[in-house]
């Protein structure tokens, strides 16, 4: 009798920074919601140019010294979810993206203990989002942003893409498990000629969202304790965040919309989400 599979667990990559300890603490509810342990992965990269035997054991023992901090964080929450902790020597894009193999889900703050600057985006977090073989979470906390975590909003976006089903599914999951409201929209674009005045704009947005109205009405029959909203936006993602980023909580996108994600998380995101709490949670079919 063949034993079942070891559950997928929620991996955080805690490297003793602030923005890791609020990546763990925000997995701590996907960890739970699952029944799945909450792995807190410490790489360190032990290469030691120098031969410096006593540099090299200061700098063996910063994983520790992060995995348990973010132990004490997150058993401070009083929430019921097994922690492991596991210490690697490698280097941590390596480490993150052969970990995210077995995992349900990659959680990271936005930037690292080596690189910190509010509002941007690391270079490790960009490397794992784009390699990873399973969901990435990149979590942002802004010091000076008011903290809308709890009442902001779960946003998608949806086009006709097959895989608009896993990403709506995705953001609905979400928006369950954080109590929080849902808004799908829908980004549309045509030509600068086509567009002469405002009213136009508000006329084809009215289109674009009656059709998306349409297209949801299954997924809000099937979710009633869900809020949904919806709105079309002529322009991007990123021209949407960059006006409403502070009410935003987490935005949901797609793995395969490459072009989007590279954005979100290089420097055209850092600008429009800087001085924001919108985190990123990147999702693909094959992914879940």
Not at 200 to 204: C, K, L, M, T
Not at 212 to 221: A, N
């Given at each position: 009798?063949?034993?079942p599979p070891a559950p997928r667990p929620i991996v955080v990559g805690a490297d003793g920074s602030r923005p890791a300890l609020q990546a763990a603490l925000w997995a701590v509810d996907e960890a739970v919601s699952r029944d799945v342990p909450l792995r807190l992965l410490c790489a360190v990269d032990s290469t030691d140019?120098?031969?410096d035997a006593e540099w090299a054991a200061r700098k063996l023992a910063t994983p520790e010294i992060a995995a348990q901090n973010a132990v004490m964080a997150v058993e401070a929450t009083r929430k019921p979810?097994?922690?492991e902790v596991e210490i690697v020597q490698d280097r941590p894009i390596g480490a993150l993206i052969r970990a995210s193999r077995p995992a349900a889900m990659i959680c990271l703050g936005a930037v690292g203990f080596h690189h910190f600057q509010p509002g941007r985006v690391g270079s490790t977090a960009a490397a794992v989002a784009a390699s990873a073989h399973c969901p990435v979470a990149i979590i942002r906390g802004n010091d000076h942003a008011p903290n809308r975590r709890e009442q902001g909003w779960i946003v998608v976006e949806v086009d006709n893409s097959p895989h608009t089903g896993v990403l709506l599914q995705a953001a609905i999951d979400e928006a369950r498990l954080r109590n929080a409201p849902l808004r799908v929209i829908t980004c549309w674009h045509c030509e600068a000629s086509d567009i002469r005045t405002g009213r136009?704009?508000?006329?084809?947005n009215?289109?674009?969202e009656a059709e998306?109205?349409?297209?949801?009405?299954?997924?809000?029959?099937h979710y009633p304790d869900v809020d949904v909203q919806t709105a079309a936006i002529h322009g991007s993602i990123v021209d949407y965040l960059t006006d409403n980023a502070s009410s935003v909580q987490l935005i949901v996108v797609g793995a395969h919309d490459r072009r989007t994600v590279q954005q979100l998380v290089g420097p055209t995101g850092n600008a429009a989400l800087h001085r924001s709490d919108c985190s990123v949670l990147i999702v693909d079919h094959q992914h879940l």
């Open positions: 009798m063949r034993e140019e120098h031969g979810v097994k922690i136009r704009v508000a006329d084809a009215h289109r674009v998306l109205d349409r297209r949801l009405t299954q997924w809000t029959r």
